[in-house]
């Protein structure tokens, strides 16, 4: 009876990415709209599929502790540096990426940093991590054990982006996810890589960007 429960619900969180992938394509394809606002609307909108998904398990998880708080900040921190280093490094050895790094940013151009900034910390990044780590993580480690689901989870946020044709953000994604799930899967807490996603989108985009 519990592995068909697991199934079940592996199964509907595999088809919810069917709606993420169809968000992304939203926000990095069609034109019209800001596309911060874009990102925060399909974030809020994952993270709303996710909480009615989980019913009574969805408050488990979200108890925030001093600990956790400074490890996610320490863990934004470590990887802005590791983006910094990216960034320089990256397009000596991938030249294209000289140019798709700077497209990143284009993106977003001409948007209040008040504005990027409160949606980065208070809406979009909360809201993903909810969806990717919170809901499809769990799901299907639930499914297929810890390590096939922290891998399955972290390459599907990795391929949503392929619509922006950029090989350096799905690598990016990639390498933010692979961290982010670490911290999900090893503090079996949200709250470290909600504090980790939030204030590294801040510092990378706000603060100190690498271009």
Not at 16 to 39: E, Q, R, S
Not at 82 to 107: C, T
Not at 137 to 161: D, F, M, N
Request: proline share 4%.
């Amino acid at each position: 009876m519990k592995d068909t429960v697991k199934n079940r619900q592996a199964a509907y969180a595999l088809a919810t990415t069917g709606i993420a992938l169809l968000l992304w394509y939203f926000c990095f394809v069609l034109p019209g709209g800001n596309f911060w606002v874009k990102m925060a609307f399909s974030a809020s909108t994952l993270a709303v599929v996710s909480l009615a998904a989980m019913g009574r398990e969805r408050g488990r998880g979200l108890t925030a502790t001093p600990r956790h708080v400074l490890i996610g900040t320490a863990t934004a921190v470590a990887l802005y540096f590791v983006f910094r280093v990216g960034g320089w490094l990256l397009p000596k050895i991938l030249p294209f990426a000289a140019a798709e790094i700077p497209s990143v940013y284009a993106l977003g151009q001409g948007t209040s940093l008040y504005v990027i900034s409160f949606l980065l910390l208070f809406v979009t990044g909360p809201a993903e991590e909810i969806y990717w780590r919170g809901f499809l993580q769990k799901r299907l480690s639930e499914r297929w054990g810890p390590a096939a689901g922290l891998v399955a989870s972290t390459c599907i946020y990795a391929l949503v982006h392929i619509w922006t044709y950029n090989l350096t953000l799905i690598l990016a994604a990639f390498t933010v996810g692979l961290a982010w799930g670490l911290l999900y899967q090893t503090q079996k807490s949200l709250v470290p890589s909600i504090v980790s996603h939030s204030l590294w989108g801040f510092i990378i985009f706000v603060l100190f960007p690498v271009v």
